[in-house]
T-cell receptor
Framework: SAVISQKPSRDICQRGTSLTIQCQVD?????MFWYRQQPGQSLTLIATANQGSEATYESGFVIDKFPISRPNLTFSTLTVSNMSPEDSSIYLC?????????????FGPGTRLTVT | GEDVEQSLFLSVREGDSSVINCTYTDSSSTYLYWYKQEPGAGLQLLTY?????DMKQDQRLTVLLNKKDKHLSLRIADTQTGDSAIYFCAESSAAGGSYIPTFGRGTSLIVHP
């Protein structure tokens, strides 16, 4: 299993500013992911955070808007840049552990972001 | 339509059984999952089923899979107030070499006395 913490747990930010969300895991993991959960919507994968290389972004998400760092196997950050009210959402860090064809996926508690 | 669909709300009385339904479109889905999200918390993997199975039981939870109809259900026996949460259905396949799941919108389960 994996225990994941995120900081901050919630924030209210002004339009045009940026917020960096931190994700810390209690063990080394190969795969770390960032998801967005908008109100009434399903979880949407933003990107896969790769250790030692640039993140892999899903369609509709770009590095300039959501820069990601992954300096080691237990930590990652997601920055939401130049925020607008449409970025109000819950942002979830997720990790994959285990071996074999189906690895266990664990989620952090999320960061609730409100942009005014 | 969406890749994974589920109804948004379900209300049940404490002690009754809850059945949450889900349909998906990807015929190559390998794993089907149910996650639980309590208020203010992250998603917790409840159970998963491999696509070559049609049923899996784990204490009060029963997962039924109809692969022909691409229909997945989660039955919670003797539902308790602590079961009130959002339940997400998800599926994954080995596309691209990873099993990153695709999620539904979640079903809010409300358990009332």
């Amino acid at each position: 299993s994996a225990v994941i913490s995120q900081k901050p747990s919630r924030d209210i930010c002004q339009r045009g500013t940026s917020l960096t969300i931190q994700c810390q895991v209690d063990s080394q993991v190969t795969m770390m992911f960032w998801y967005r959960q908008q109100p009434g919507q399903s979880l949407t994968l933003i990107a896969t955070a790769n250790q030692g290389s640039e993140a892999t972004y899903e369609s509709g998400f770009v590095i300039d808007k959501f820069p990601i760092s992954r300096p080691n196997l237990t930590f990652s950050t997601l920055t939401v840049s130049n925020m607008s009210p449409e970025d109000s959402s819950i942002y979830l860090c997720s990790v994959e552990t285990g071996q074999g064809a189906r690895d266990e996926q664990y989620f952090g508690p999320g960061t609730r972001l409100t942009v005014t | 339509g969406e890749d994974v669909e589920q109804s948004l709300f379900l209300s049940v009385r404490e002690g009754d059984s809850s059945v949450i339904n889900c349909t998906y479109t990807d015929s190559s889905s390998t794993y089907l999952y149910w996650y639980k999200q309590e208020p203010g918390a992250g998603l917790q993997l409840l159970t998963y089923i491999f696509s070559n199975m049609d049923m899996k039981q784990d204490q009060r939870l029963t997962v039924l899979l109809n692969k022909k109809d691409k229909h997945l259900s989660l039955r919670i026996a003797d539902t308790q107030t602590g079961d009130s949460a959002i339940y997400f259905c998800a599926e994954s396949s080995a596309a691209g070499g990873s099993y990153i799941p695709t999620f539904g919108r979640g079903t809010s389960l409300i358990v009332h006395p």
